[in-house]
């Protein structure tokens, strides 16, 4: 969420549309949560998504026109900003990777307790990770060993900031893709080099490239 931000928009994506009154119910509730928006369709998301620009979407991953995780990838793509909370019933570690690899940072069955939600999203925006109490936590692990070392001592939120180094963006040009200041982009970037061990941001950026985290 940005740093000057008050509430946090976020895109609410189910086909249906009871699911999504209920989640919108609950959301209202939290003084942190602004404006909702929602969509029942992948075409609706993205186009929300671009258009809104939200600071969390929470999707299912059934939808009638398209598949959630490549929804998920596409949405991360065309915002940055935005977080993604997966919200589904499916819970096969082979779903739970493919969604924490197409970028999204939280992952809850639709059978958690409801109090769940909130905590969930609200970690997620805060840059950190969830895993629900029911989903596998082999996912996770096979999840950070497909991030190639070193890389793979990273947060998802550091994972954020290399990747668009490496993608030739500025510190200006990373700040405003982040929704984030200048100085904690520099502050980010600083804490990486000596979490890995890298001497500067020329040298990181490189080895990122060659990680392929550009593309991710």
């Known amino acids: ?9 976020v895109l609410l994506v189910d086909d249906h549309p009871v699911v999504r009154r209920g989640l919108a119910a609950l959301l209202n509730g939290a003084q942190w949560v602004g404006r ?14 671009v258009l809104e620009r939200p600071d ?13 995780v490549s929804l998920i990838r596409r949405l991360r793509h065309a915002v940055p900003t935005c977080s ?28 958690s307790a409801p109090d769940a939600l909130l905590p969930a999203l609200r970690t997620v925006l805060d840059g950190g990770l969830v895993l629900g109490p029911r989903v596998a936590t082999t996912a996770l692990n096979q999840a950070r060993r497909a991030v190639p070392a070193p890389f ?14 490496a993608a030739g963006l500025s510190g200006g040009q990373i700040a405003d893709a982040l ?18 061990g890298i001497a500067d941001r020329v040298r ?13």
């Open 36 to 49: 909702l928006v929602e969509a029942g369709t992948v075409a609706d998301a993205l186009r929300l998504g």
């Open 179 to 196: 929704d984030v200041t200048e100085k904690t982009v520099r502050n980010q970037m600083a804490a990486i080099l000596a979490k890995l």
């Open 152 to 165: 793979d001592l990273l947060s998802p939120r550091e994972l954020q900031h290399v990747g668009l180094l």
């Open 84 to 111: 993604v909370l997966v919200l589904t019933m499916t819970q096969d570690d082979a779903t739970v990777q493919a969604c924490l690899a197409a970028g999204a940072t939280g992952y809850l069955l639709k059978e």
């Open 1 to 9: 969420m940005a740093e000057d931000s008050e509430s946090a928009l």
């Open 56 to 68: 969390a979407a929470i999707v299912d991953l059934g939808l009638p026109d398209g598949d959630g």
């Open 204 to 216: 990181l950026a490189l080895l990122a490239r060659d990680a392929g985290l550009h593309e991710r």
